[in-house]
């Protein structure tokens, strides 16, 4: 399998995104490789993680803020 493919697919099992959507997506890729709809779902996930994750960094470095 693809290098590329295979990173994809590490970083999907990474995220914190519902079991079920991460079998779909690796599944998928597996099957049908990188297509142009898969890579805008895994888009609109990564987004939306990405979302999640700016919010608690932003809130951690504010409490590290307030404590010194």
């Known amino acids: 399998m693809d290098t ?3 990173n994809i697919i590490s970083l999907i099992e990474q995220s914190d995104l519902d079991q079920t959507i991460k079998d779909i997506l690796i ?3 597996r099957a049908e490789g990188l297509t ?5 779902q895994i ?3 990564c ?8 919010a608690m960094l932003e809130q951690a ?3 590290k803020e307030a404590q010194q």
Do not use: S, T
Request: net charge neutral; aromatic share 8%; proline share 0%.
């Open 27 to 29: 599944r998928d890729l």
């Open 47 to 54: 987004a939306e993680g990405i979302q999640k994750l700016d």
């Open 4 to 6: 590329k493919i295979e």
């Open 36 to 40: 142009d709809f898969l890579r805008e």
């Open 61 to 63: 470095k504010q409490q």
């Open 43 to 45: 888009k609109a996930y």
